[in-house]
Structures are given as C-alpha cells and as structure tokens.
C-alpha cells in the first residue's frame, strides 16, 4: 500500500464529496464579482505579503479567481470540467481525487511564497506579485484534464460538441500550450504551470497502483456489482448496506460504500468501517 492508502485509511472520512462542483461555483461565483463588484478583486488575490500580515484568507481566496472571464468560454470550461472531475472522483475515490487537487493548490501557494522570498531577498522591499501577474487556477484545472487524459487517453469527447477528439490528442496540445506560454509568460505564470506539472508528475509517479483504479478495473467491478445485484436488494430499495453498521444509502446519500477483498464473501462496508471493520475468513 503506498502513502496514499495510508494516508486514506486516517483521513479518508474528512475527504469533501463532489469536490468539482464547489471549485466550479467559485469560478462563477468570481466571475460575478468581477462583472459586478470589480473592485473586490484585489481583496481575494493570492499575496504573500498581505498574507503575512493578517489577511490570510487569501490563501484560499485566490480559487475563486476564474481561468477565464469571458461568458461564452466558462460555459463550456464549466461543462467540460464538471465531467472530468466527477469522473476522475468515481474512478480514483473521493479522497485521492481531495489531494490531487487540493495538493495543486498548495504547491501554487507555497511556489508563490517562494517567489515572493526571492524578490524580497533580491530587492530588499516587498513586492506586489498582483502587479507582476495574476494567480488563478487556471494550471489546475489542467492538471485535471492531464489527470483524465493519461487514465483514458483513447475516450473521445466532443470539442464544442462537433468535433469528435480523443483525449491523448488533446492532452498534448494542452502540454504544448503550457510549454509555450512557459516561455512566454511572465515569473508569475511560469510559477503556476511549474507547480500545476509538479502536482501532476508527483501524483503519478508515487502512486503507480493506481492502476487497479482505471478503466478496466471499473469495468470489471461494474459487471461484478451487476452480476450480484440481484442478491444485494435491501428494505426499502436500497442497494448498498454496510456489514457492521447496517446502514444504507437511504440513510444518509452522501456515505460511501465498498467492498473489502480481504473478506471472504461479498461484504460492503460504509466508508466510516472500511478500515476498521474485522475481516471475515
């Protein structure tokens, strides 16, 4: 098991379900405030300078800053993206898909602070980053679509649902763009794609057992699940019950279920037992 299972067995009960959806209602949500309260921008830029001075919820502020404000280009970026990341949450569980992304973020700010340690240690003053370029999320949502496109490079999409494209296409155009707006772009821009790559690389390359997360391994727990369907129908409709709590779906929607292979026999278990429930032999 490597760090992310240890680390999901602790914490996987705090991880946030639908993750995409508030990281998408902040894109709107920013949007709106830069459409009707332009002035407020400035209060939710991601400043290390003002951060150390008190403001720190700019550490998380910056999010609601959108890649794009133009209508017509976040529609579709918000279409897009919805359906890439709950489809990377079902495949890789609500947990990991929390520190992919949230690990994205932290690696931005940090870099970010790193940056702005340079500066002062190179100019002896602070720095507004805001005036050299503006931080948004707009790398880390790249790093979700590199994410999707690496674990299902031959599914195609509908690029402005006309033309039919396969993922691993697309994935390299996006890496040429960001390899080209890397050398083009100013110190801030340059920081953001680094640490949205880095979060990317990282993710993967400590995580090679992923694997049994991918396409064929969802295909082969579907035709388990549905194989055994029959047999798993409980009071009242419900079609998932844990083994030790006895709780359903019914109960509360936002529980997750799943199967314990060390078990002997079909045992699903709540997300709040998974890990410490007592294996049946």
């Given amino acids: ?18 993750l995409t959806v508030y990281l998408l209602a902040g894109y709107v949500i920013g949007c709106g405030i830069i459409y009707l309260m332009p002035n407020m921008i400035r209060w939710l830029t991601l ?21 794009t404000t133009n209508l017509i280009s976040l529609f579709f970026l918000v279409l897009l993206y919805y359906s890439l990341g709950t489809a990377l949450e079902r495949t890789w569980g609500t947990f990991r898909y929390n520190v992919y992304i949230f690990s994205g973020i932290l690696f931005t700010v940090i870099a970010v602070f790193i940056l702005y340690g340079v500066f002062f240690f190179l100019y002896g003053t602070e720095v507004s980053l805001s005036s050299i370029g503006l931080v948004s999320t707009n790398y880390i949502t ?13 599914m195609e999409v509908m690029l402005y649902f006309v033309l039919p494209i396969k993922m691993k296409w697309m994935a390299i155009v996006y ?5 080209y707006y890397f050398i083009i772009g100013g110190i801030v821009s340059r920081v953001a794609i680094a640490a949205s790559l880095l979060n990317f690389v990282i993710f993967f390359l400590s995580s090679r057992n992923m694997r049994r997360f991918g396409p064929r391994e969802q295909a082969r727990k579907a035709k388990f699940k549905k194989q055994s369907r ?35 026999g079909n045992y699903e278990y709540c997300q709040d037992h998974l890990f410490t429930h007592e294996h049946v032999k």
């Fill in 142 to 154: 790249m790093s979700i679509f590199l994410a999707f496109a690496a674990i299902y490079p031959d």
């Fill in 47 to 67: 400043e290390p300078a003002l951060i150390l001075r008190g403001q720190i919820w700019r550490i998380l502020s910056w999010v609601f800053i959108p890649p």
């Fill in 230 to 264: 029959p047999h798993m129908t409980y009071a009242g409709g419900a079609r998932h019950r844990c083994a030790v709590c006895g709780r359903t779906e019914l109960d509360d929607p936002n529980l997750e279920f799943r199967f314990c292979s060390k078990c002997r």
């Fill in 175 to 179: 890496a040429v763009m960001a390899l």
């Fill in 1 to 18: 098991m490597n760090w992310l299972g240890k680390l999901e067995r602790k914490l996987g009960r705090y991880a946030i379900p639908n």
